[in-house]
């Protein structure tokens, strides 16, 4: 054996020898324990639940397997469809039909949201459909933003401020608010402008006012659906990973919810303990803060933050809308028509039959009376009398913020760096590379790289 065939022999010798334990088996689990299983590491998943994939699931309703977790992905970057193709699952890719956007809970009824806007603020606020949500004294207060001076967004990054202060408080609390809680569970304040919409504030510079500058944006922007998903939702993005990760002998535990971590490292289970190299982990928020709190100065415990989602599926043919409520107008911040917007999904109903998810803000502790207070308020928001449910059921999932919540980079910034620290500890999950698919994936390979990189070549 030549000398370079031997270091190779040894690197993978020493790769066999390593062995990671990852704990939870949500989709950064499962993406880490796959990047170290790759390069031979001997890899055991630990995931506390009876089944992977923690915010993908599917459960059956009225017959039919349908999404009630995180149920599609950002094509932005292109880290999802890599691991999709990876997977060898690129033939069951589909995009999305784009619901059209509502809101609720203003004078009047649900109205549409104004078609040129970013982030909810109107390019034009004399559009009619800016005037119908905001009224004309919002509509006028919304125009001294063109003869206001610039601001540049190095002055301002808090989203609430920057429009409250050029187009006053009712495009915030109409139009803005709506979009940020329903999609990302923030409100207006807790939002980084940059992040959340690249470019705006240069924009903003170069045209001399907000409304302007959410018009340049629009026009600069690619065309093309942004958001696309599997035949069959995401399910089967788990399903592969664990097949693949079967392929590569890794060792894939449900019902295994891991206690504490001990230093050295050592996993402790209810029942057993595992000596690891490495340990990744991949638990949500409040879990994750627990098991880390004992090596990690940064991190504290977290309260559980959740997402309660009441799927229902209704008769008929509601209209194709997502409507985000006006916060503090009504128990839900989104209802939308998620057949519509999914095709398979329609094509597997069949005709007469849709299925509608509705996003409580807080969500009674009782299961019936949360289904009960969603139907009615999806009923209100899509402006169908009485809908008629066949099967209902609530999901409470926890949730983690996005990256373009104010302060997200930063503090997890500092959760990595004091875990580097710690030779052979890993974490990933959405609480620290920020919420959605497009940014949990990514986060968890170049954190498996960097871990394994560490562990075979010091
Ligand atoms: C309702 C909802 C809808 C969403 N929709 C979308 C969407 O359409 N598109 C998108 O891109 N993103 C969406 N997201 C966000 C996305 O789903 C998440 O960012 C991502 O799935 C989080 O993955 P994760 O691995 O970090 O955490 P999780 O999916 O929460 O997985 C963590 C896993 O760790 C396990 N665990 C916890 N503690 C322990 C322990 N002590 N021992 C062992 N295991 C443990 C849990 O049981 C869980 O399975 C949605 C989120 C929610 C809640």
Redesign the pocket.
């Known amino acids: 054996m030549s000398p370079a065939e031997s270091s190779i022999e040894n690197l993978a010798e020493h790769a066999r020898e390593t062995h990671v334990v990852v704990?939870?088996?949500?989709?950064?689990?499962l993406v880490a324990a796959l990047e170290c299983a790759k390069v031979g590491m001997r890899v055991t998943l630990?995931?506390?639940?009876e089944e992977?994939?923690?915010?993908?699931r599917s459960r059956t309703l009225d017959g039919v397997e349908i999404p009630v977790?995180?149920?599609?992905?950002?094509t932005a970057g292109g880290h999802v469809r890599a691991l999709v193709d990876e997977l060898d699952l690129t033939d069951l890719v589909r995009p999305e039909a784009p619901l059209e956007a509502w809101v609720a809970g203003v004078p009047g009824g649900p109205a549409p949201l104004p078609a040129e806007t970013v982030l909810g603020i109107p390019a034009n606020p004399w559009d009619p459909s800016v005037r119908r949500i905001i009224g004309w004294r919002g509509v006028w207060r919304a125009y001294l933003d063109r003869l206001r001076p610039p601001l540049t967004i190095g002055q301002q990054n808090n989203l609430d401020k920057l429009v409250r202060r050029r187009m006053g408080d009712l495009v915030v609390d109409r139009l803005v608010a709506p979009l940020t809680v329903g999609r990302h569970g923030l409100l207006p304040d807790d939002v980084d402008v940059e992040i959340a919409a690249p470019g705006l504030g240069t924009a903003l510079t170069r045209t001399g006012s907000l409304g302007g500058g959410v018009a340049q944006l629009r026009g600069s922007r690619p065309g093309g659906p942004t958001i696309e998903t599997l035949e069959g939702g995401l399910v089967p993005l788990v399903q592969a990973l664990a097949r693949r990760l079967g392929d590569y002998g890794a060792d894939v535990r449900t019902g295994?919810?891991?206690e504490a971590i001990a230093p050295g490292w050592r996993v402790l289970l209810e029942d057993e303990e595992l000596d690891a190299e490495i340990v990744v982990v991949?638990?949500?928020g409040a879990?994750a803060h627990r098991?880390l709190a004992p090596h990690v100065d940064v991190v504290a415990p977290e309260a559980p933050a959740t997402?309660d989602?009441v799927s229902l599926v209704v008769d008929g043919q509601p209209p194709a809308r997502a409507v985000y409520a006006v916060p503090g107008s009504g128990p839900v911040s989104t209802v939308s028509v998620v057949s519509a917007r999914w095709p398979w999904l329609a094509a597997r109903l069949g005709a007469g039959r849709a299925v509608i998810r509705a996003t409580l803000v807080s969500a009674p502790a009782d299961d019936g009376a949360a289904i009960a207070e969603a139907a009615d308020a999806a009923s209100l928001a899509l402006g169908i009398e009485s809908l008629a449910v066949r099967d209902a059921r609530i999901?409470r999932?926890?949730?983690?913020p996005p990256r373009s919540a104010r302060g997200q980079l930063d503090a997890a910034a500092r959760v990595r760096a004091a875990v580097v620290g710690r030779t052979g500890l890993g974490v990933?999950?959405?609480?620290v590379s920020g919420?959605?698919?497009?940014q949990?994936i990514p986060d968890a390979v170049d954190e498996a790289e960097r871990l394994r990189r560490s562990a075979l070549f010091g």
């Open positions: 704990i939870g088996g949500g989709i950064s689990g630990l995931e506390a639940s992977l994939g923690g915010a993908i977790g995180a149920d599609g992905y950002a295994s919810r891991v991949a638990a949500s879990e098991l997402w989602v999901d999932l926890p949730t983690a990933v999950g959405a609480w919420s959605g698919l497009a949990v």
